[in-house]
């Protein structure tokens, strides 16, 4: 079955470390993004890809990084810069062009101990 | 620039009660209009869509139609269930670029047995 698989479900960090969410696509989508949930809150787009090798940044992208150096991954890197992490982390991918609707991925929440 | 609004929540119901959930949106260009649900510690799941004017988008008793005269896409069930909790987002899609897809606050919907 197509669609979006991210990994772990759940992710434990110390403070000071870096830690990467994983995302995969078998939907063949150009474009893929990651958004952060606060609870009881929306979406917020932290940064998105629209082609290999290319990414730009959301509304939140400090104390993050991503890399896309194949088509069906997009890795996000919570690092030691960023002071609030502890969120549940979204990814998401879609047709670069048209109107279409993007998938969701199952999401993973990550927790500072 | 697009944007987004739905009625905030929490919306608490009684099962078998007739549930509107109100959406508006402003948009540059012609949008795709989306409902996505979310259950707890879940991503978001496409609950509908309708891609032009007059379009009424349905699934699993859940219905919405595209008003471009009064910009709404307001989600309506006849008869909710328990199993209907969940949050509800209303999104909708101009075309490429994280700017061309945007998604409301959510809105928490509570059915009580």
């Known amino acids: 079955d197509g669609g979006i698989t991210q990994s772990p479900k759940y992710l434990f960090r110390k403070e000071g470390q870096n830690v990467t969410l994983s995302c995969e696509q078998n939907?063949?989508?150009?474009?893929m993004y990651w958004y952060r949930q606060d609870p009881g809150q929306g979406l917020r787009l932290i940064y998105y890809s629209q082609i290999v090798n290319d990414f730009q940044k959301g509304d939140i992208a400090e104390g993050y990084s991503v890399s896309r150096e194949k088509k069906e991954s997009f890795p996000l890197t919570v690092t030691s810069a960023q002071k609030n992490p502890t969120a549940f982390y979204l990814c998401?991918?879609?047709?670069?062009?048209?109107?279409?609707?993007?998938?969701f991925g199952q999401g993973t929440r990550l927790t500072v101990v | 620039g697009n944007s987004v609004t739905q009625m905030e929540g929490p919306v608490t119901l009684s099962e078998e009660a007739f549930l509107t959930i109100n959406c508006t949106y402003t948009a540059t260009g012609y949008p795709s209009l989306f409902w996505y649900v979310q259950y707890p510690g879940e991503g978001l799941q496409l609950l509908l869509k309708a891609t032009k004017a007059d379009d009424k988008g349905s699934n699993k008793g859940f219905e919405a139609t595209y008003r471009k005269e009064t910009t709404s896409f307001h989600l309506e069930k006849g008869s909710v269930q328990v199993s209907d909790s969940a949050v509800y987002f209303c999104?909708?899609?101009?075309?490429?670029?994280?700017?061309?897809?945007?998604f409301g606050k959510g809105t928490h919907l509570i059915i009580q047995p």
């Open positions: 998401a991918s879609s047709s670069k062009q048209g109107r279409t609707e993007a998938f």
């Open positions: 999104a909708l899609r101009t075309g490429g670029g994280a700017d061309g897809l945007t």
């Open positions: 939907l063949n989508h150009d474009a």
